[in-house]
């Protein structure tokens, strides 16, 4: 899930954003770990998203992402930036694969 919250971090696509554009950008990219489940699947659930921000294991206490002077606003660090390029290049992989070993079985 932390990964996936970093992940939508960068499709934010400032080098700043706040809570808020975290939880929508988080749930538009990956809408089956963010949606309010069983109340209304077509909103976003900003409890998912805040619970993995702070504390030790959250993706502050992590080195991934930093607060910022404002409130409720962060960034991306250098950690951050350098841990989703890997896991977009490991996501193309696989979907490359998957593509190469169904047209296989086609």
């Not at 996936?4 to 950008?25: M, N, P, S, Y």
């Not at 990219?29 to 309010?36: D, G, H, I, Q, T």
């Not at 993706?59 to 390029?85: D, H, I, M, P």
Request: some cysteine; hydrophobic content about 40%.
């Amino acid at each position: 899930v932390r990964q996936k919250i970093l992940l939508a971090a960068i499709d934010v696509g400032a080098e700043t954003f706040t809570t808020e554009q975290l939880v929508v950008a988080a749930w538009r990219r990956f809408p089956e770990s963010f949606a309010l489940r069983g109340i209304a699947e077509n909103l976003p659930d900003s409890n998912r998203v805040q619970a993995k921000l702070c504390g030790a294991d959250g993706l502050c206490g992590l080195g991934w992402f930093a607060r910022t002077s404002k409130q409720n606003e962060f960034r991306v660090t250098r950690k951050g930036r350098v841990l989703a390029r890997q896991r977009e290049t490991w996501e193309t992989f696989v979907q490359s694969m998957r593509l190469i070993t169904s047209s296989s079985h086609a």
